[in-house]
């Protein structure tokens, strides 16, 4: 990877004159110390030169690195950067700038039924995708995640179904909900991190964004209706506790750069189902 650092200032860098230790230090003398009587024990103990110099360069290591979240799994690691990926509109931990219709609070939406009735399409096709990949798995982690009780096809088909009743017209999916699950079906068969990435944003997301979108379509457009798509058979809270202790479960099997790349997967994420809710205000 490049580096972030501007030229000028890695001539600065370079240019700077070098400054002598001081070795006359309280700091430096301690630490010399230290790391001098454990090798001195070290020796003693019998243990070779060699073994005692590791043993003494251990002491110097630098503390392990700590990720958002990671003390309590690596769900909340996922949660932490996806709220850092919203608008402080959406959110009060978002860091991100309003750039696009879809990005501002649902209080400022203005949607309409065609335009809802292709994100419903479209959603339909991404989660029938979803629980496609679950239940034929190319890695054995994915069969964790079947049956969960978070799957939304049957629902969606019976909304587009009372649509149709209504006399709307049911389009065919469009290039977002195309592109989104050709993208899951590809990333699925060679990069689990990144699938399972997407699997955590797009059903915990409906989970509670969703909900007040499909609020404030339903007080718009449907005289309150609320759509069998945010309905769930039981305790939803306990739904996604079985699923997150599922991903943390899959995900105590990853290192600390497999974890990463599912993090930085997030981004991606955000992207696609971004235009997926794009379609409402088209």
């Not at 650092?5 to 400054?19: A, E, V």
């Not at 990069?191 to 944003?201: G, R, S, T, V």
């Not at 059903?203 to 379509?217: C, D």
Request: with cysteine.
């Amino acid at each position: 990877m490049s580096s972030l650092t501007p030229l000028s200032q890695l001539h600065s860098l370079f240019n700077k004159p070098r400054i002598a230790p001081n070795f006359t230090s309280s700091f430096f003398l301690t630490r010399l110390h230290v790391s001098a009587t454990i090798t001195r024990g070290a020796l003693a103990s019998g243990m070779s030169m060699k073994g005692a110099v590791v043993v003494s360069a251990m002491t110097t290591e630098k503390p392990k690195k700590r990720y958002g979240g990671e003390s309590k799994g690596f769900v909340e690691e996922m949660r932490f950067v996806a709220m850092k990926l919203h608008t402080r509109d959406q959110a009060k931990e978002g860091e991100k700038e309003v750039k696009e219709p879809e990005e501002r609070t649902v209080a400022k939406w203005d949607p309409n039924v065609d335009g809802y009735l292709k994100f419903l399409v479209d959603s339909k096709l991404v989660y029938h995708t979803l629980e496609k990949i679950v239940q034929e798995p190319v890695y054995p982690s994915y069969a964790e995640f079947r049956n969960t009780g978070l799957e939304r096809c049957a629902n969606l088909e019976k909304d587009l179904q009372w649509f149709k009743e209504q006399g709307h017209a049911i389009p065919e999916p469009s290039s977002p909900g195309l592109a989104y699950a050709q993208y899951l079906t590809e990333i699925s068969q060679k990069d689990p991190q990144a699938f399972i990435c997407h699997f955590y944003n797009i059903y915990f997301a409906h989970s509670a964004g969703g909900r007040m979108i499909g609020k404030k379509v339903a007080e718009k457009l449907l005289n309150k209706k609320e759509l069998e798509f945010y309905k769930w058979d039981g305790d939803l809270s306990q739904l996604l506790q079985n699923v997150r202790d599922k991903l943390n479960k899959v995900a105590e099997e990853w290192s600390r750069e497999e974890k990463n790349h599912c993090l930085v997967e997030t981004e991606k994420s955000f992207k696609l189902s971004g235009e997926l809710l794009r379609l409402i205000l088209s």
